[in-house]
């Protein structure tokens, strides 16, 4: 996912969507189930990392529980993922 292993953490909504664009937009079908996994490297996440990385779904399918529904988000660094899932519902609520 990222070019430069040697960053572990990651922020901004700059980089979030920048990263969403250059990786993923051309991957992903909200039709379907998709699975986006963070490196192991990577040990933290900023919310405004994630608020960047989704903006573009949300714009398209606005609501949270089909965000949900549709991509899980996947690291081998559990507080990652926990972080992820807990940004997404406090910042939707």
Known sequence: MFEDKSVSKISGFPFGKEIYDKQVKDRIDLMVHNVVN???YIDYVGSSFIQGFISEILEQINSKDKLLDQVIFKSAN???EDKIYRDIHMWMD
């Open 38 to 40: 963070f490196p192991e």
């Open 78 to 80: 559990k507080f990652v």
